[in-house]
């Protein structure tokens, strides 16, 4: 445990209204068989925190006038089969409502690679697009998909150009093994260290719209000033005023209470203590949000997984950390 949470690493950083000084907090070490002090350099599997990258890359697109949110992306890719399919929107994939399922199981039969990914891509839905809301990382593989189709570019070159774009400098897909934090030890993998934990986007063998990100702090914390400061990054601006707003004005409402924008959740109280405000959190044991009304942000990278992920629920953890930006 470390301040509290499993694992062996946390590394936060909060800035709370009033104050106007960042409080950041290193603790403990990259691995329990490495016990170097953990410093603000070290990268964290960011783990679904890359579904926000992801939306920032498709947001920029939008803004530039090459893709639409509300058009079909049937013409450029076969996502989902079943009635409705054909329906299915960016936006819908960006809001958890595409009737896509949850995850994608073929990984435990040992299918790999572009095969893994096409069946990924084809399974059936579950109610037709815009009629519900499931958290999706089927969805965001295929929004994923379609952005590198509709770019000509590879997905990790759309993160690179967000990173470049909100100064998040050592933002990667591929990290060097010491400068990662470890995440679990797997029974079909061993210790995993600088290779994404999440088993479906390992199986995929590339990079995927769900899950693959490495960042430190301080990249987490570029992403949250960006929202904050509604769409400027450090020295250009990342996106509209319009596509920000869709970061942070949720059109869909979950089954669990909280509102679904685009990336991002809104008053999420299962792990925001019931602030107003807006971020997403990751199962390795990632987390960031940005209060509305104050423009307070907190991040929190802590590898609850490691060495297991049993016993490591760190909701309360991380709503103990988030309750100051109310104050």
């Known amino acids: 445990m470390v301040n509290g949470a499993p ?9 709370t209204p009033g104050r106007g000084v ?20 070290h990268l964290f599997d960011l783990a679904s925190l890359t579904k926000v990258f992801t939306a920032v890359a498709a947001l920029r697109l939008v803004d530039q006038g090459r ?71 089927v969805g965001f593989i295929a929004a994923g998909e379609y952005l590198e ?9 759309l993160w690179a150009e967000v990173a470049t774009a909100i100064g998040a400098g050592s933002l990667t897909s591929s990290p060097d093994p010491r400068e990662a934090v470890a995440t679990e030890d797997q029974p079909h993998r061993g210790p995993v260290r600088g290779d ?13 719209g769900h899950a693959g990100l490495f960042g430190s702090v301080h990249d987490v914390a570029a992403l949250a000033r960006m929202i904050r400061e509604d769409g400027q990054g450090p020295r250009e601006r990342v996106l509209s005023a319009d596509s920000t707003r869709a970061l942070r004005v949720p059109t869909v409402r979950a089954d669990a ?15 925001m203590s019931g602030i107003d405000a807006v971020g997403h959190t990751g199962f390795t044991g990632t987390c960031f949000a940005v209060h509305t009304g104050s423009g307070g942000f907190g991040v ?28």
């Open 257 to 271: 209470g909280y509102g679904q924008a685009i990336g991002l959740r809104v008053r999420d109280e299962s792990w």
């Open 300 to 327: 929190l990278l802590v590898n609850r997984v490691h060495p297991s992920r049993e016993d490591a629920d760190i909701a309360a953890v991380r709503r103990a950390f988030l309750a100051p930006l109310a104050s």
């Open 7 to 15: 694992g062996s690493a946390w590394a936060s950083l909060r800035t």
């Open 149 to 157: 189709r509709v770019a000509g570019r590879p997905l990790a070159e």
């Open 67 to 137: 893709v639409d949110l509300d058009a079909p992306v049937a013409p450029v890719l076969d996502a989902g089969s079943g009635e409705g399919a054909g329906r299915i929107t960016l936006r819908h994939l960006l809001t958890h409502s595409s009737g896509l399922p949850a995850e994608g199981r073929e990984w435990r039969d040992g299918i790999r690679g572009d095969e893994l990914r096409a069946r990924v891509l084809q399974r059936p839905l579950g109610y037709e697009p815009g009629g519900g809301h499931l958290y999706s990382d």
């Open 196 to 208: 994404v934990h999440d088993e479906l986007a390992h199986a995929l063998e590339r990079p995927a």
């Open 22 to 41: 960042d409080e950041l907090l290193l603790l403990g070490a990259p691995a329990h068989d490495d016990r170097t002090p953990l410093n603000e350099r």
